[in-house]
């Protein structure tokens, strides 16, 4: 009797790359005796046109199924799978980026994986026979998240842990919890996080070697920074569970991710202001509260190209750029105000001195100026977040 496969691609702005990509999934049918192989396109609504593409392909061809769902990696996959699953009723389940980058090959070595009698199969780059042709860079990033995941998540027999390519049973995907794996979220959390769901849920598993390459065509879609955050948090958030300590610590580190970027942004524009200040008393003589006038205008300037860029990038504000500086102007001018008023009080009460910490001199203008960071930061983020980046729906 013969068993079906479904390799589920999902996409997004994979146009230029689809129909070459699917040819050489169904021609690996060729490599796997006793197998059918069917593919189910998921797309995200790709801009490009590839959801069209993937229309015309799955009406000129039974062996491929087509499903379009809202944006994300993780939505794609896991829908796929439910929808696979519940239509197409797989043998195995297969997964694969549609992107190319990794060799095709791997998949037949996932279904014997399956046959042996496991019921996950982890495509790696990290074992005997694996290959990894990104920069190095890139290399160096897989690998670490990989690692990070293996040090502080565990199992520490697995070593890859971040690429799609992956097999594993129906009856396997039916016990995962998916409440455990937040596959909704926007980064590729969804990969060590699925494995993990997996791995609780009882999986037998086996890694097996792949070849993994740059893009042909098209572009990386890794949001590398967001990314990192992400391993970080949910693997702590996974030892934490295994060792009984039931703290929603990933979830609540989402919420607070924007305050977080907010705090990495403002310890540099502090460091900017930092500089500056020292370099006005010192250099030119100008009094402590003077000179933090000075330097926390050119820390404002500082962090308003870094908010907009990185803290706030996917808020809809409807606001223009010149709106939204302008106003973070007057925000940080409040900020200012509390900055100055702090030292200015201080150093009418404490004066001119030196402080001996730990065998270290610290100028008391120094203590002034670090004890205007807290008050400070906290009113600029309220504000800003409520006021010169709130989000406007659509």
Same mark, same amino acid.
Do not use: M
């Given at each position: 009797m013969v068993k079906i496969a479904v390799v589920v691609l999902p996409t997004f702005n994979?146009?230029?790359?689809?129909?070459?990509?699917? !040819?050489?999934? =169904?021609?690996?049918?060729?490599n796997i005796p006793g197998y059918k192989l069917e593919v189910l396109i998921v797309d995200s609504n790709s801009p490009d046109g590839t959801g069209e593409i993937a229309k015309k392909l799955a009406s000129k061809n $039974? &062996? %491929?199924?087509?499903? $379009?769902?809202?944006?994300? =990696?993780?939505?794609?996959? %896991?829908?796929? @799978?439910?929808?696979? %699953?519940? $239509?197409? @009723?797989?043998?195995?389940?297969?997964?694969?980026?549609a992107d190319g980058q990794v060799d095709v090959e791997v998949i037949p070595k996932l279904i014997k994986v399956i046959e042996d009698d496991y019921s996950l199969a982890i495509g790696s780059r990290f074992i005997e026979g694996g290959r990894n042709y990104l920069s190095p860079s890139r290399r160096f990033f897989s690998w670490g998240s990989s690692l990070f995941c293996k040090l502080v998540m565990g199992p520490a027999n697995i070593r890859e842990w971040s690429n799609s390519a992956r097999a594993f049973t129906p009856e396997l995907f039916k016990k995962i919890n998916l409440d455990q794996v937040p596959w909704k979220e926007s980064t590729f959390i969804v990969q060590p996080a699925f494995l993990n769901a997996a791995i609780l849920a009882g999986a037998r598993y086996k890694e097996v070697p792949l070849i993994f390459k740059n893009r042909a065509v098209g572009y990386s879609k890794m949001k590398t920074v967001n990314y990192i955050f992400d391993v970080v948090t949910y693997s702590v958030d996974a030892r934490l569970k295994k060792l009984g300590i039931d703290i929603p610590f990933f979830a609540l580190s989402r919420r607070a991710k924007t305050f977080l970027k907010f705090g990495v942004v403002g310890l540099l524009g502090t460091a900017v202001d930092f500089g500056f200040y020292n370099f006005f008393i010192i250099a030119l003589d100008l &009094?402590? /509260? !003077? $000179?933090?006038?000075?330097? !926390?205008?050119? /820390?404002?300037? @500082?962090?308003?190209?870094?908010?907009? /860029?990185? !803290?706030? &990038? @996917? &808020?809809?504000?409807q606001k223009t750029l010149w709106h939204k500086f302008s106003i973070f102007n007057l925000v940080s001018l409040g900020g200012l105000l509390i900055g100055v008023l702090i030292i200015k009080l201080l150093h009418m009460v404490y004066g001119d001195g030196v402080l001996n910490f730990l065998g270290v001199s610290v100028p008391y203008y120094n203590v002034y100026f670090f004890a205007t960071i807290a008050p400070v930061m906290i009113w600029n983020?309220?504000?800003?977040? =409520?006021?010169?980046?709130r989000h406007v729906e659509d």
């Open positions: 994979e146009k230029d790359n689809l129909e070459k990509f699917v !040819t050489e999934v =169904l021609n690996e049918e060729k $039974s &062996r %491929i199924h087509f499903l $379009s769902v809202e944006r994300g =990696l993780g939505v794609g996959l %896991i829908k796929g @799978h439910q929808y696979s %699953i519940a $239509s197409l @009723h797989p043998d195995v389940c297969v997964q694969l980026d &009094r402590p /509260a !003077t $000179s933090k006038g000075f330097s !926390t205008e050119i /820390a404002i300037v @500082h962090n308003f190209i870094l908010n907009n /860029a990185w !803290t706030f &990038r @996917h &808020r809809n504000t983020f309220i504000v800003n977040h =409520l006021v010169t980046w």
